[in-house]
Nanobody, 115 residues
Framework: QVHLVESGGGLVQAGGSLRLSCAAS????????LSWYRQAPGKQRELVAT???????NYVDSVKGRFTISRDNAKNTVYLQMNSLKPEDTAVYYC?????????WGQGTQVTVSS
C-alpha cells in the first residue's frame, strides 16, 4: 500500500506564493512520474505539472513560468512551488504517483487565492 500526504496549502493574496509538498510512503517499487492535479469547484480535475523518473517536467500552459515542480528522491517527496498566484489558481490540489500499472492519489490540499 502506498500513501501520499500533501501539505502546504492555504489562503494567500493574489501575487503571493505557496509551496506544496507531497510525501510518499509504503511499498513503492517504481515511480514513473509524479504529478500535481487540481480541481476547482464545478470544474473537472486538470493536470497542472508532471515530473518523470528522468526529471523531465511538463506544465499546463496556464501555470508556465509561475509554477515549478521538483522532487527529492531520497525523501520520496514531490514539491510544487507556486509563485505569482492568481484567483483562478484557487482549487484543491492533488498529488498523483504513477507506478504503472498502479496510480495513487493524495487526499488533496486546498489552495485559495484572494483578489
Amino acid at each position: 500500500q502506498v500513501h501520499l500526504v500533501e501539505s502546504g496549502g492555504g489562503l494567500v493574496q493574489a501575487g503571493g506564493s505557496l509551496r506544496l509538498s507531497c510525501a510518499a510512503s509504503g511499498s513503492i517499487f517504481r515511480i514513473n512520474a509524479l504529478s500535481w492535479y487540481r480541481q476547482a469547484p464545478g470544474k473537472q480535475r486538470e493536470l497542472v505539472a508532471t515530473i518523470t523518473a528522468r526529471g523531465s517536467t511538463n506544465y499546463v500552459d496556464s501555470v508556465k513560468g509561475r509554477f515549478t515542480i521538483s522532487r527529492d528522491n531520497a525523501k520520496n517527496t514531490v514539491y510544487l512551488q507556486m509563485n505569482s498566484l492568481k484567483p483562478e489558481d484557487t482549487a484543491v490540489y492533488y498529488c498523483n504517483l504513477d507506478s504503472n500499472p498502479y496510480v495513487y492519489w493524495g487526499q488533496g490540499t486546498q489552495v485559495t487565492v484572494s483578489s
